[in-house]
């Protein structure tokens, strides 16, 4: 009887676990757009909330809001609207009682506010533009989740953004023809529906554009040629398929393409873009160049694909805790090598990894071990360091093992915030033994000449 009655607890141990772990936040509303004025209301009802304890509501900080109910219609008494705390583009909202103490997220609210924000129509009054604004342009709107256009909540037990929703939407557009959602088909409309049982990070784009539908996947407001499209994502497919085969995952959303203008001046010939799986969206690019007369994409276009489409695996599933950037970037650069030297060949990878090594000299930085937070893993360290450390633990282990390890790394991630040990528990799960994971990690994590050490690996193993 013992052993039955420990049994029916661990058992209500895990389903309670779980309902936790994989409570799926569900937002269902409207959106009114006004494009010249730069004016956005909403108005949401979210459901499904896991019921935290320390969160935080992240509202962007150019929204102001009306209120927040419960579900029945009952006013809140919120925190943040004085004095209120910043986390990243957001203000944090939490509720509380009546001696202005902090109560548990309950597991719906609803929310109304209204934001005013300004329209580049000329991108010379700007000085920076990137994934983090709500940008107008006269002619667009674009909103990303980290942006927080939408309410998303931070699990501070775990430092974790939850912004992954399944959603029902309905979007408006005073002088606009066009909506997009992220996860679901554009529509040419001015006011249009929006409806997924399949969470995503909600990405907004409106306006005045047109769109190409290549059997399911689509490119948005950029004046090219269905050929040109069919092209595209034909090359698109030949990455897909890699990941798919390599890392034994499925790789199936449909892929949306998103051409937008940047809100400040950008020298010539310039570009930059972002990722919101299954989302990617670009400005300064004329897609007609992106295929070659081969009909396939340049080199560097492979391994820039390669990064983008890598964080499918390594996306917003991966973004918390002090080590987020290398979970994030990191791994989605290291598996943009492979992308690259499978299709472009192992001479460019090559050539790509000895003038990344080269970036690094005169340069100092903390080992991983040794991290306190996030910030202070730069650009260079997160785009260029660590991938070289995650090639030199491939080049040191194998391939296979290493696609393991990501398996394990990905299974992980599904409940929990990753760490280093967690690295480690992988490699072991893998065949790597305690010993020979014990001497890589002394030598290119923990060494205070790992950066020198990675550079004569990645010079020895690739010259």
């Known amino acids: 009887m013992k052993f039955y009655r420990n049994t029916l607890l661990t058992a209500a141990f895990l389903l309670v676990f779980l309902s936790y772990s994989f409570a799926q936040p569900h ?45 029945k219609g009952k006013l809140l008494d919120y925190a943040g609207h004085y004095g209120g705390k910043m986390n990243g583009e957001a203000l944090a909202y939490a509720f509380t009682d009546a001696k202005n103490d902090t109560t548990a997220l309950p597991s719906a609210f609803c929310v109304e506010y209204t934001g005013a924000f300004p329209v580049y129509k000329n991108n010379d009054l700007n000085a920076f533009d990137y994934k983090g604004i709500i940008a107008f342009n006269g002619q667009t709107v674009r909103a990303t989740e980290q942006t927080k256009w939408y309410p998303v909540i931070y699990d501070a037990t775990n430092d974790k953004l939850i912004q992954d929703y399944t959603y029902d939407l309905t979007i408006s557009t005073k002088d606009g023809t066009t909506v997009f ?124 694909y390669g990064h983008e489409f890598g964080h499918n695996y390594f996306g917003n599933n991966v973004l918390s805790g002090k080590l987020s950037w290398f979970w994030l970037e990191s791994f989605a650069e290291y598996l943009s090598y492979n992308i690259t030297e499978e299709i472009v060949g192992e001479a460019y990878l090559k050539q790509t990894l000895l003038k990344q090594a080269k970036q690094l000299e005169g340069k100092e930085f903390t080992p991983l071990t040794e991290i306190k937070q996030r910030e202070e893993i730069d650009n260079t ?43 480690q528990r992988a490699a072991l799960q893998q065949g790597i033994s305690a010993e020979e994971f014990s001497a890589f990690e002394k030598t290119f994590v923990q060494s205070k000449d790992f950066k020198q050490h990675i550079i004569d690996a990645i010079v020895k193993n690739h010259s």
């Open 27 to 71: 937002i269902k509303g409207h959106v009114e757009i006004e494009m010249k004025t730069g004016l956005m209301s909403c108005s949401f009802t979210l459901t499904n909330v896991p019921q935290l304890q320390k969160y935080n509501i992240l509202l962007n900080k150019g929204m102001n809001v009306k209120y927040f109910k419960d579900e």
């Open 181 to 304: 959602v992220n996860g679901s088909a554009p529509q040419q409309k001015k006011k249009a529906r929006f409806a997924s049982v399949k969470a995503y990070p909600l990405l907004l784009f409106a306006g005045n554009y047109n769109f190409i539908n290549n059997g399911g996947d689509y490119i948005l407001n950029a004046d090219i040629s269905k050929e040109t499209a069919q092209k595209i994502f034909g090359n698109i497919e030949t990455i897909k398929a890699i990941f798919a085969r390599n890392l034994q995952l499925d790789f199936t959303d449909n892929i949306y393409l998103i051409n937008h203008k940047p809100v400040n001046k950008r020298a010539k010939g310039s570009s930059w873009g972002f990722n919101t799986y299954p989302t990617f969206a670009f400005t300064g690019l004329n897609f007609e160049d992106l295929i070659t007369k081969e009909g396939k994409f340049s080199d560097h276009i492979y391994k820039y």
């Open 381 to 423: 360290y997160r785009y260029v360091l660590a991938p070289l450390l995650l090639k030199t633990f491939e080049d040191t282990f194998g391939r296979d093992k290493m696609n393991g390890v990501i398996r394990e790394l990905l299974a992980y991630a599904k409940t929990e915030t990753l760490t280093l040990e967690h690295w």
